[in-house]
């Protein structure tokens, strides 16, 4: 079954240390990846995908199919990096299947 | 572009009662889709349409609640009755195709609770 894990709940750093968001994916065959994020009052939005292979805000993630992994990961967290982060996954036609999401929280 | 838009944002109820929530999708998004987000959850597809046809409603507990997309625009989602689990977040969410590697945009969620 597909399936995604966020093994984090909560991600607590200090401002300016790195920040890594760990997803681990089941799946036979290509799934797209891709990481949504959720601030405070917002609605839920794309962060970036694992096709476009793009720096989003500083955020960057590498699609491992050996470990079936897809970890976000900033060098430089900052404060209004704090958030709810969801990784999912879709294959063609379907719909996303979300993990239970990270909340970051970056302190000064 | 005015985003995806969902009415009520709010809503309490007694279990037993029945509810319906709105969604309009982005302008020209052939796909809807209706996700459960359930707290300390992420979302969970629940009924996903082509136009106005459904493409996937294998989730959709089906006893209680119905969506309809009649007009291949607007889209209505009703829970009747409800049950204390039906507390949760719905989420709309549109995207221009079907395809995989379209951005799925999400309207600010209706939040319910069934006491």
């Known amino acids: 079954a597909q399936r995604v894990t966020q093994p984090e709940k909560l991600l607590s750093v200090f401002k300016g240390a790195p920040v890594e968001l760990k997803c681990n994916y089941s799946y036979s065959g290509s799934p797209e990846l891709f990481w949504y994020v959720q601030y405070s009052r917002q609605r839920l939005q794309l962060l970036l995908r694992h096709i476009s292979r793009e720096s989003i805000k500083g955020f960057t993630a590498d699609l491992n199919k050996g470990e079936t992994s897809f970890h976000l990961k900033k060098p430089f967290a900052q404060e209004e990096d704090s958030a709810m982060y969801y990784c999912?996954?879709?294959?063609?036609?379907?719909?996303?299947?979300f993990g239970k999401g990270t909340t970051l929280s970056v302190s000064s | 572009e005015a985003g995806v838009a969902q009415s009520p944002r709010y809503k309490i109820i007694e279990k037993r009662q029945s509810v319906a929530f709105w969604c309009n999708p982005i302008s020209g998004h052939a796909t809807l889709y209706w996700y459960q987000q359930i707290l300390g959850q992420g979302p969970k597809l629940l009924i996903q349409f082509q136009n106005n046809g459904v493409v996937d409603d294998s989730q959709l507990p089906k006893d209680r609640f119905s969506a309809e997309r009649l007009k291949g625009v607007d889209s209505t989602l009703k829970i009747q009755p409800a049950k204390l689990e039906d507390s949760a977040v719905y989420l709309c969410?549109?995207?221009?195709?079907?395809?995989?590697?379209?951005?799925?945009?999400f309207g600010p969620g209706t939040r319910l609770l069934v006491l």
């Open positions: 999912a996954l879709r294959q063609a036609g379907t719909a996303l299947i």
């Open positions: 969410a549109s995207s221009l195709q079907e395809d995989q590697r379209e951005t799925q945009y």
